[in-house]
Every structure is written in structure tokens, then in C-alpha cells.
């Protein structure tokens, strides 16, 4: 039903920062919650923080204070503003769209994933 195309990712030092962009093919409003998710080499994919179409945001822990997710419904483009990077968040991040109220398991729709890159 609906693309994702993730883009932003790229290799920084430890402090840095970087913005992520998820483009849809459709209109983002179209679902609940439209989220990042992270896998990191060896581990398994895991909620970083989804907008749901009230605005209302939520984030996991580790990256509380430091992400922002937004988006510009009139580009159908979601964002992931991440500063004070850490070598923790080295992992390939993954747009989802989904309508289920769960932040976990593989449902909805998945982008290809960009890769980022903090170095120590």
C-alpha cells in the first residue's frame, strides 16, 4: 500500500548529530503511528519513538531528551532529529507506518533502512 524510503544516515563522531527523513509514497495520516525502529549488529530490532496522527509522540528511554520525531504531513515526510550521539546508536534505523496501538513487532509497512555510524 505505501512506500517508505529512509535517507540521513552517515557516520559521525560521539556528541554529533543527525536528522533522519522517512518519504511516503501516501499520506502519512493514513496511520495510527508512523515510528522509527533501530537494529544494531547482533541484536534485534527495537522501538526508538513513533507520532501518532493526534501529534502525540513517545520514545524509548535510551533516547529520551536527545530524539525528536516529526512531520510534514504536506511532503508525507517523518522525521528523526538525533543529537549528543553516542556509539550505542551505531544501527541501521527503519521507518514504519502501522495501525496497531502496539510500539512492538513487526506490523505495518518497512522501509529499507539508512545506516548511522557513531564513532567513539
Not at 520525531?69 to 550505542?88: A, C, W
Not at 527503519?94 to 567513539?120: E, I, L, P
Request: net charge positive; glycine share 10%.
Amino acid at each position: 500500500q505505501v512506500q517508505l524510503v529512509e535517507s540521513g544516515g552517515g557516520l559521525v563522531q560521539t556528541g554529533g548529530s543527525l536528522r533522519l527523513s522517512c518519504a511516503a509514497s501516501s499520506s502519512i495520516l493514513d496511520f495510527n503511528y508512523m515510528g522509527w525502529y533501530r537494529q544494531a549488529p547482533g541484536k534485534r530490532r527495537e522501538f526508538v519513538a513513533r507520532i501518532a496522527t493526534t501529534s502525540v509522540t513517545h520514545y524509548t528511554g535510551s533516547v529520551k531528551d536527545r530524539f525528536t520525531i516529526s512531520r510534514d504531513s504536506t511532503k508525507n515526510t517523518v522525521y528523526l532529529q538525533m543529537n549528543s550521539l553516542k556509539p550505542e546508536d551505531t544501527a541501521v534505523y527503519y521507518c514504519n507506518a502501522r495501525n496497531s496501538h502496539s510500539k512492538f513487532g513487526d506490523d505495518g509497512y518497512w522501509g529499507q533502512g539508512t545506516q548511522v555510524t557513531v564513532s567513539s
